[in-house]
């Protein structure tokens, strides 16, 4: 199957309920029959096994919720933003919430390669009080380096986890829940991920989850 890509379009969408236990590739899998129910006119790879050409930003971590995440599907054939979405969201599965569209270059780079930060909601049930949580917060941002240990290839190696946060802040209390904003590094030069914060924080947590709430790649970045 050979295909000449016509048009690229750039979809936002959100991840919700048991869609945030799929990994990359089974999020990747469900796209693909998203837009093969939607009659999508995808635009294929060459070569001996052809495949959906779909591009993801960034790869969203198991567990995570989204409201932000980033596709670019490359079509054989046009159909404008409104069509689009009129075509995919009735075939969209509980939990993916399909919620802009828009047309963008067909040579454009991709965001994936130029992406630089992530914005994340904690919310996190814990013992301590607002003032002691904000307390450890502005002690971790006061240190200049944080080593900590990942595992790669199989086996532990030290990284420093301070380069990987912009921001840290605590939000409010409501009902027995903290929320707190981050900012951390996302790209091909290093991601940090909000777990390895609270664990950083050494705060006792009964209970949290992770929503990322916004992609910032360089061209976004630049016009600001």
């Known amino acids: 199957m050979r295909h000449q890509v016509t048009q690229r379009l750039r979809v936002t969408f959100g991840i919700h309920g048991p869609l945030i236990y799929l990994s990359v590739l089974d999020l990747g899998r469900l796209w693909i029959r998203l837009l093969r129910r939607a009659r999508v006119p995808v635009a294929y790879t060459q070569g001996f096994s052809p495949h ?8 969203l971590p198991v567990g995570y919720s989204s409201e932000c995440e980033l596709v670019d599907i490359f079509l054989a054939q046009e159909l404008t ?20 569209v828009e047309n963008v270059p067909l040579k454009a780079k991709s965001p994936q390669a130029n992406m630089q930060k992530a914005h994340y909601r904690v919310l996190l049930q814990s013992p301590l009080s607002p003032k002691e949580i904000e307390a450890k917060v502005q002690a971790l941002l006061s240190r200049q380096s944080i080593i900590r240990q990942r595992r790669k290839k199989g086996r532990k190696v030290d990284y420093d986890l301070r380069p990987l946060i912009y921001e840290i802040r605590y939000v409010k209390y409501q009902g027995n829940l903290h929320q707190l904003h981050m900012v951390l590094r996302c790209g091909p030069k290093g991601s940090g991920r909000p777990e390895e914060i609270l664990s950083a924080l050494e705060i006792p947590v009964d209970y949290y989850t992770i929503c990322r709430t916004r992609l910032i790649w360089d061209l976004e970045e630049n016009a600001q």
């Open 52 to 59: 959906p050409r779909l591009q993801f930003a960034a790869a």
């Open 81 to 100: 933003p409104a069509e689009f979405l009129q075509m995919t969201r009735p075939q969209a599965p509980l939990g993916l919430t399909i919620q802009h």
